[in-house]
Antibody, heavy 117, light 107 residues
Framework: QVQLQESGPGLVKPSQTLSLTCTVSGGSISSGGYYWNWIRQHPGKGLEWIGYIYYTGNTYYIPSLRSRLTISVDTSKNQFSLKLTSVTAADTAVYFC?????????WGQGTLVTVSS | DIQMTQSPSSLSASVGDRLTITCRASQDISNDLAWYQQKPGKVPKLLIYSASTLQSGVPSRFSGSGSGTDFTLTISSLQPEDVATYYCQKYNSAPLTFGQGTKVDIK
């Protein structure tokens, strides 16, 4: 059974870069067949899908974050990562990594990232 | 981009009641729709995919229907452990947009 685990700072200062990594175990990112997603949830709000990457490096980002967001993959470490630049308080959220082929069948536990000085 | 609209945004019902939650896509998404359950402080859980296929291990009181633009999630007999927020999600193509959620609680 595949498992995903987010890691990264829980506190980021405004205007800085939010960086998170998702480590995948129990399955190989490079085996193909799945997309590797980032989803966030603002406090008390709904789920917001923000983007994904395929093991080949193909990505999709939602338009509202496209200028600030980069998702990358490191198949040698079986990890994929998120970088969000120029963060503001509006980027404070729980960030989930997840796997999908069609529907999402596996999620990380989520990590709260707070943007504050 | 295709928008996903759920209704109602919240509902309160009694144990044993039948509930229906609706999800509408702004364009045809065939049956590329999933439903998730998220309990407070927990990770979302896949309930239904392909609009009507029950994920393994999910109680049979949950069912899904629809295709094209209109979809429903039905709980045939509400149980206390079903208190949660339910989300639909389209996955026919990126972006994999979620509905805004429907919060279900017990009356």
């Amino acid at each position: 059974q595949v498992q995903l685990q987010e890691s990264g700072p829980g506190l980021v200062k405004p205007s800085q870069t939010l960086s998170l990594t998702c480590t995948v175990s129990g399955g190989s990112i490079s085996s193909g067949g799945y997309y590797w997603n980032w989803i966030r949830q603002h406090p008390g709000k709904g789920l917001e899908w923000i983007g994904y990457i395929y093991y080949t490096g193909n990505t999709y980002y939602i338009p509202s974050l496209r200028s600030r967001l980069t998702i990358s993959v490191d198949t040698s470490k079986n990890q994929f990562s998120l970088k969000l630049t120029s963060v503001t308080a509006a980027d404070t959220a729980v960030y989930f990594c997840a796997r999908n082929w069609g529907s999402i069948d596996s999620w990380g536990q989520g990590t709260l990232v707070t943007v504050s000085s | 981009d295709i928008q996903m609209t759920q209704s109602p945004s919240s509902l309160s019902a009694s144990v044993g009641d039948r509930l229906t939650i609706t999800c509408r896509a702004s364009q045809d998404i065939s049956n590329d729709l999933a439903w998730y359950q998220q309990k407070p402080g927990k990770v979302p859980k896949l309930l239904i995919y392909s609009a009507s296929t029950l994920q393994s291990g999910v109680p049979s009181r949950f069912s899904g229907s629809g295709s094209g633009t209109d979809f429903t999630l039905t709980i045939s007999s509400l149980q206390p452990e079903d208190v949660a927020t339910y989300y639909c999600q389209k996955y026919n193509s990126a972006p994999l947009t979620f509905g805004q959620g429907t919060k279900v609680d017990i009356k």
